[in-house]
């Protein structure tokens, strides 16, 4: 079965770290471009980083920029999005999402991961 | 930065009855749209990609149109199992960036 699984949310003060990971298995990880999507309370869904097949190529939304950074693990089959300063309004659930190679669209995602960023 | 915009914010149908969601793009995208649907307290799942093609798995009731800044998600029939919200998304000249709309509630009326 093609999965993804978040894990590493939790609650963190303003200012402060959190790192998320994504394990995929299912299908051949390292041929896959990799996303993360964020979704506040009530709220739509932001999309907000990428990282290529092989991590070469990375992007951030701007609201995320110099803050966050994607990395990625292929010989572990992961993705992980390293968050720093955190602030009130990165409170979401994260999601990985598999960017698919035919269409572009995220055609598979995982079930996502809690941050919450409150003193 | 693309804007996305839905039409209307909540839908409420009967079920068996037909349902229409607009989606409009502030700039062509071309056929880069995709269609999600997210119930609560899960994860979104992809519908429709390219503005037309299902993904794999949906059933035929789903159906895309559209393209440059006017798309379409029709449910020709709603079942109980597609009350949800709905989101569209555009990838054009993706990456480094995609935006997805506010999303349309279907609900039960």
């Known amino acids: 079965e093609v999965q993804l699984v978040e894990s590493g949310g939790g609650l963190v003060q303003p200012g402060g770290s959190l790192r998320l990971s994504c394990a995929g298995s299912g299908f051949t990880f390292s041929g896959y471009e990799m996303n993360w999507v964020r979704q506040a309370p009530g709220k739509g869904l932001e999309w907000v980083s990428y990282s290529s097949s092989s991590g070469g190529t990375l992007y951030y939304a701007d609201s995320v920029k110099g803050r966050f950074t994607i990395s990625r693990d292929n010989a572990k089959n992961s993705l992980y999005l390293q968050l720093n300063s955190l602030r009130a309004e990165d409170t979401a659930v994260y999601y990985c999402?598999?960017?698919?190679?035919?269409?572009?669209?995220?055609?598979?995602w995982g079930q996502g991961t809690m941050v919450t960023v409150s003193s | 930065e693309i804007v996305m915009t839905q039409s209307p914010a909540t839908l409420s149908v009967s079920p068996g009855e037909r349902a229409t969601l607009s989606c409009r793009a502030s700039e062509s995208v071309s056929s880069k749209l995709a269609w999600y649907q997210q119930k609560p307290g899960q994860a979104p799942r992809l519908l429709i990609y390219g503005a037309s093609t299902r993904a794999t798995g949906i059933p035929a009731r789903f159906s895309g149109s559209g393209s440059g800044t006017e798309f379409t998600l029709t449910i020709s029939s709603l079942q109980s199992e597609d009350f949800a919200v709905y989101y569209c998304?555009?990838?054009?000249?993706?990456?480094?960036?995609?935006?997805f709309g506010p999303g349309t509630k279907v609900d039960i009326k």
């Open positions: 998304q555009q990838y054009n000249n993706w990456p480094p960036k995609v935006t």
């Open positions: 999402a598999r960017d698919d190679t035919g269409s572009d669209a995220f055609d598979i």
